[in-house]
């Protein structure tokens, strides 16, 4: 009888530590994917060179040849730039700073 009380003692401890780990781990991924998907969204995309046809951002002088982080569509060309930031200033004028992109 004694045998059978500590075996049902060990049996039940086993299944309760079992399902503690279970949830820890589904926990512990959870958070993982979480960190990863938030460290997807920051990331920013970079265009090939290959793909614009302007040598350098129009707005701040930079070779696209250094990175590309954007891109806009004028005048039947699609130009390249630095970041966000630089597409944004070009829009607001982009007559005034097209001569600056040196297209190929």
């Not at 960190?35 to 060179?49: G, N, P, R, S």
């Not at 060309?77 to 040196?102: H, M």
Request: hydrophobic letters at 40%.
């Amino acid at each position: 009888m004694k045998l059978q009380i500590t075996t049902s003692l060990v049996i039940a401890s086993l299944i309760l530590l079992s399902c503690g780990q279970t949830n820890d781990k589904a926990n512990i991924s959870s958070a993982d994917t979480n960190q990863v998907a938030a460290m997807d969204t920051t990331l920013e995309k970079t265009y090939a060179v290959s793909l614009v046809n302007n040598k350098k951002d129009p707005t701040c002088g930079m070779p696209v040849t250094a990175g590309i982080s954007d891109t806009a569509h004028y005048e039947k060309n699609v130009l390249g730039f630095c970041s966000v930031e630089c597409k944004n200033e070009f829009l607001k004028n982009p007559k005034a700073n097209i001569a600056a992109a040196e297209l190929k």
